[in-house]
């Protein structure tokens, strides 16, 4: 190995020890724990994002974000090149490079070239004969980490890589963000040539999409990005149909939950340069009150209550809640009386929302004869096992392809991308629209057709609509911004009001609650988490129970942000989910406790 190389991580990685007997793993959304035992793990997936802009030649996104989780907590994901999730056969290696002893070990014992070439002549005779896992896993994360041909090149030119490592870096509002930053910018240039840039306090999607436009060749400051959402939302405004700008009897004011996190300055930034829209932010970073604390979407949705700073006084208001770190989105309305449930219109609310309107401009296209001539476009939904059961139903009445996957939007985003419009939203409101590349190219010739002169028929209006929407919602990762963009223009589209949009379809009462276990991860299930495999006879229970209750459902799993099982239980009535999710909850403790 060289020795510029090796000494510049020996060095840095001195400063980062990890703590004594800690383990961590990249669980559902990277690696997330109490903030005060990350810092060596933030600066090691620095390294890891500069192996892999290496070996994808792109740029990479490290995010410090622990999202919904408490204030304390802490944690850190990679954005890939196409600005979504790290690909998950990299995942292994994260673990691995996060819990090597520590990187003198990692670098210590013998000459990693030497190994790497010989790896490298076994694979040029066209079979690897010794197969990568049985090389020490040390060895093996760099191995299969930096790619042979790199690494060939890095020993032997010294240093001269085709393209340095090139990484973007973004932290929210939480404390220990700046101090986790610099962590992770070490872990960076700890590889030679490798140039992290600090893109300062950012939303998590801004993140994803600044990496995905710098990859793409297009503009990727944040100003862009507020440019790229406020023009296609005025685009999507300018094509409401006449007589339609006006809410049903609604008040047009929009007052939204910042989780006291950074999406609500944000949202205060989009607001002004729009300057069409009301909108009252509270619980904004700027207010006193504490990140994720009685706020924010995953509060407002798992308790079915107002976050603090609402009440009474906001009855008849649309309201709306974004997370910690401003990737998920609900809607939901206060009551009159002040102790009565809140009117949650959660994120299968809002995805069954864009999918009408979605199928209503795909109406309109296929009614022309051209559209029928070239193919059809595939239009998908995809949930997971804690989407309400009604909204299913609604939607699969509705015609449409509903797919299931493990919760985590690396799971549902995959999915999505197999469509030319893939809709995908986990019930906490994290989602977005893909669009297939094909499907936009067809759409761009469309559109371009409408702006040079045509008057616009019902079918041009909606390839330029689709075309906007692509443009809006966020294509690397859901975004509560661009989603509140969305639903407020597509709400003033169909004239609904909230609750016009709250009675599509009514939600099968539900509970979800948390359990707290000797070890999480002995809970392993199948089937997109409906199915516990282990431990033995815990599913054979849950289904004696379930049995019990018109239309019961219930599911456990283990939490990959928390150290939690999670039980999700449905039933007819909110009495017998409740009573279902407690039953269950207690079998769970039984099995695990
Ligand atoms: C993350 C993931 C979501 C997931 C949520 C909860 O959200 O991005 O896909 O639904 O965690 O996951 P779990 O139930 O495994 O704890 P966020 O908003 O916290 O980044």
New binding site residues.
């Given amino acids: 190995m060289n020795e510029a190389q090796k000494s510049l991580i020996l060095e840095s990685s001195s400063r980062f020890l990890i703590p004594q007997g800690v383990k961590v793993s990249y ?3 990277g690696f997330r724990e109490d903030a005060s035992i990350l810092s060596s793990t933030v600066y090691r997936v620095g390294i890891l994002a500069a192996l892999r802009s290496l070996k994808t030649q792109s740029v990479i996104g490290v995010m410090i ?5 408490k204030v304390s907590d802490n944690g850190v994901k990679i954005a890939d090149p196409n600005g979504g999730m790290l690909s998950q056969h990299w995942e292994p290696f994260a673990d691995e490079l996060a819990n090597a002893p520590s990187s003198q070990k990692l670098l210590q014992n013998s000459d990693f070239g030497g190994s790497i070439q010989v790896q490298y002549q076994q694979q040029q005779n066209s079979h690897l004969s010794k197969p990568i896992s049985s090389v020490p896993s040390n060895r093996r994360i760099l191995f299969a980490a930096c790619g042979i041909n790199h690494w060939l090149k890095f020993s032997s030119t010294m240093l001269c890589w085709s393209r340095p490592a090139e990484i973007l870096l973004g932290r929210d509002t939480r404390p220990s963000g700046e101090a986790l930053l610099e962590a992770a910018r070490q872990g960076v240039t700890s590889i030679v040539g490798a140039v992290a840039s600090d893109m300062g306090i950012l939303t ?1 999607p801004q993140l994803h999409w600044m990496v995905r436009a710098r990859n793409k060749g297009i503009k990727a400051s944040e100003q862009d990005y507020f440019e790229q959402l406020s023009n296609s939302f005025r685009c999507l405004m300018d094509l409401i149909p006449t007589g339609q700008s006006k809410f049903d009897g609604m008040n047009d004011k929009l007052v939204v939950d910042g989780a006291n996190g950074v999406g609500g300055a944000k949202l205060q930034i989009l607001h002004k340069l729009l300057n069409v829209l009301d909108i009252e932010v509270r619980n904004s970073s700027e207010d006193e009150g504490v990140l994720n604390d009685g706020v924010g979407a ?1 509060y407002v949705q798992k308790e079915k209550v107002a976050p603090r700073g609402f009440g009474s006084k906001d009855a008849g208001i649309r309201c709306a809640s974004l ?1 910690g ?1 401003a ?2 989105l609900v809607y939901f309305s206060v009551p009159p009386e002040s102790n009565a449930p809140i009117d949650l219109v959660d994120g299968d609310k809002i995805l069954s929302l864009f999918a009408v309107f979605i199928r209503e401009q795909l109406s309109f296209l296929n009614e022309k004869e051209d559209i029928k001539n070239i193919h059809k476009p595939r239009l998908g939904i995809v949930q997971t096992a804690y989407a309400n059961g009604a909204s299913t139903n609604y939607l699969k009445h509705l015609g449409l392809e509903v797919n299931f996957t493990p ?3 690396k799971y549902l985003h995959e999915k999505a991308a197999d469509f030319d419009i893939g809709i995908y939203f ?1 019930a ?1 409101g ?1 989602g977005t629209i893909l669009f297939s590349e094909t499907f936009i190219e067809w759409l761009e010739v469309r559109s371009n057709k409408l702006s040079s002169g045509s008057k616009g028929s019902e079918a041009e209006k909606a390839a330029l609509r689709l075309l906007a929407v692509s443009k809006l919602i966020n294509q690397a990762v859901g975004d509560a911004l661009s989603g509140v963009l969305l639903v407020e223009v597509i709400l003033k589209h169909m004239g609904w009001s909230i609750h016009k949009w709250n009675e599509l379809y009514h939600d099968l009462p539900s509970r979800q609650l948390k359990v707290k276990v000797a070890d999480r991860t002995s809970v392993v299930t199948a089937n997109a988490e409906t199915v516990v495999v282990r431990p033995p006879g815990l599913q054979d229970a849950i289904n004696t129970e379930t049995v019990k209750y018109t239309q019961g459902r219930c599911f456990v ?1 283990p ?4 150290d939690v099982v ?1 039980v999700y239980a449905e039933a007819s009535t909110q009495e017998a989910a409740d009573t279902l999710a407690n039953c269950v909850a207690k079998l769970v403790d039984q099995f695990l406790g």
């Fill in positions: 669980g559902t959304a974000t622990a999202s919904h989780n998590t995953d997370d770190d990737d998920r919760t985590g939007v986990e906490n994290h799993r939490s990959g942000t928390e999670r």
